[in-house]
């Protein structure tokens, strides 16, 4: 026969676990204390249970007094373990917002910014310039073939840019190109004129390195091929463009030679009180024509090259080709 349990006993037994449980959380120093405090006082194997445990020895008109007292207290403890619970997250919050402060005032880190290297940032001004009067971009292989980088530009088989002393064989038929002139062949090749492009690329010599020479540089290549176009537009697109390039600068056409133009020309610009030549151009030779079997009679057009190394070197008064190969930051760092 199991000891008899009072009402009073287990009512005092109730409001103890109920004084006990203010302390007890108010003194709860941590998230995870709080917890363990709640499992002991209202978990299936905490303080409550064992009390309400023994209510089965309580006479029947007695128990519902003491489950309706146990679901009070149950309801105020929990109510109290919440806001217990609130207070400690927050002040959490609080000292990792302290602890963690961000300065927006701060200075930032110093971040050194990238920037296109100068002869990119020349040519595609050049290109720009181009696109503006309506020209597009195309683009060839810097290895070619004997056929498009002299035979298809009217270029004689005994021309000095054909000598293994001027032109980096790869092969018996590989060359590097020695300048942009055989996209000219390439585009006409694959489009029908009327034709409006402008070709930037890396072209390559076996010259010895000096201030002014580099074994690889770069041109950027005008083709305008249509129906009526005589010299007068060759003259005004190149006045454009180094005007829209250079500014308002003194310019002269000087007669040259070259095997793809006829009449060809070489441009100078008056820069600093010398003559620097900047282009060659032309009118686009009839043989040139006739060899990808367009008719000279209907179609004519002009051509140009420009050296961007020239450009680059005039706009920024730099003395010496070497310098923008070399990679050095203390230079490259100015533009
Ligand atoms: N291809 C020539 C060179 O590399 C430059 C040149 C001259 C290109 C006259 C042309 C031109 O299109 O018409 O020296």
Same mark, same amino acid.
């Given at each position: 026969?199991?000891?008899?349990?009072?009402? =009073?006993?287990?009512?005092?037994q109730l409001?103890?676990?109920?004084?006990?449980?203010?302390?007890? *959380?108010?003194?709860?120093a941590?998230?995870?204390?709080?917890?363990a405090?709640?499992?002991?006082?209202? /978990?299936?194997k905490g303080?409550l249970?064992?009390i309400l445990?023994s209510m089965g020895?309580?006479?029947?008109?007695?128990?519902p007094?003491?489950?309706q007292?146990?679901?009070?207290l149950?309801?105020?403890?929990?109510? =109290?373990?919440?806001?217990r #619970?609130?207070r400690?997250q927050?002040s959490?919050m609080?000292?990792?917002?302290?602890?963690?402060?961000?300065?927006?005032t701060? @200075?930032?880190?110093?971040?050194?910014?990238?920037?296109r290297?100068?002869? *990119?940032?020349?040519?595609?001004?050049i290109?720009?310039?181009?696109?503006?009067?309506? &020209?597009?971009v195309?683009?060839?292989?810097? *290895?070619?073939?004997?056929h &498009?980088?002299f $035979?298809?530009l009217n270029?004689?088989?005994?021309?000095?840019a054909?000598? #293994?002393q001027? $032109?980096? &064989?790869?092969?018996?038929?590989?060359?590097?190109?020695?300048?942009?002139?055989?996209? !000219?062949?390439?585009h006409?090749?694959a489009? %029908?004129p009327?034709?409006?492009?402008?070709v930037?690329?890396?072209?390559y010599?076996?010259? %010895?390195?000096?201030?002014?020479?580099?074994p690889?540089?770069h !041109?950027?290549?005008v083709?305008a091929l249509?129906? /009526?176009l005589?010299?007068s537009?060759l003259r005004?697109?190149?006045?454009?463009f180094?005007?829209?390039?250079?500014g308002?600068? @003194?310019?002269?056409f000087?007669?040259s &030679?070259f @095997?793809f133009?006829?009449?060809?020309?070489?441009?100078?610009v !008056?820069?600093? /009180?010398?003559?620097?030549?900047?282009?060659?151009c032309? #009118?686009v030779?009839?043989?040139?024509l006739e060899?990808? /079997?367009?008719? @000279? =009679?209907?179609w004519?057009?002009? %051509?140009a090259?420009l050296?961007v190394?020239?450009?680059c070197m005039?706009r920024h008064?730099?003395?010496?080709i070497?310098?923008?190969? $070399?990679?050095?930051?203390?230079?490259?760092?100015q533009?």
């Open positions: 026969m199991s000891a008899t349990v009072s009402l =009073q006993q287990l009512t005092d409001a103890d676990l109920e004084s006990a449980s203010v302390e007890a *959380i108010d003194a709860a941590t998230e995870a204390d709080l917890e405090l709640r499992v002991s006082l209202l /978990g299936k303080r249970s064992a445990g020895r309580l006479g029947p008109d007695e128990r007094l003491v489950g007292r146990a679901n009070g149950k309801e105020r403890v929990q109510t =109290q373990l919440e806001d #619970m609130d400690l927050s959490a609080a000292e990792r917002l302290d602890r963690e402060r961000l300065d927006v701060a @200075p930032p880190s110093f971040i050194p910014p990238g920037h290297h100068p002869l *990119i940032a020349t040519t595609e001004e290109v720009d310039i181009f696109a503006g009067l309506g &020209y597009r195309s683009e060839g292989p810097e *290895i070619e073939s004997d &498009y980088n $035979t298809a270029i004689p088989p005994n021309h000095p054909r000598d #293994m001027d $032109t980096f &064989y790869l092969g018996a038929d590989r060359l590097l190109r020695t300048h942009t002139s055989p996209v !000219q062949i390439r006409l090749e489009h %029908a009327p034709v409006r492009i402008v930037p690329g890396r072209v010599r076996r010259d %010895a390195v000096d201030a002014t020479h580099s690889v540089f !041109q950027v290549e083709l249509d129906e /009526g005589d010299f537009h005004g697109t190149v006045m454009a180094l005007k829209a390039f250079f308002d600068l @003194p310019v002269r000087r007669a &030679y @095997p133009t006829e009449p060809s020309a070489e441009v100078d !008056q820069w600093r /009180g010398r003559w620097l030549e900047v282009m060659g032309g #009118m030779d009839p043989a040139v060899g990808l /079997g367009l008719d @000279p =009679q209907r004519s057009g002009f %051509a090259g050296g190394e020239r450009f005039v008064g730099i003395d010496d070497r310098r923008l190969f $070399t990679s050095d930051l203390r230079f490259l760092d533009f």
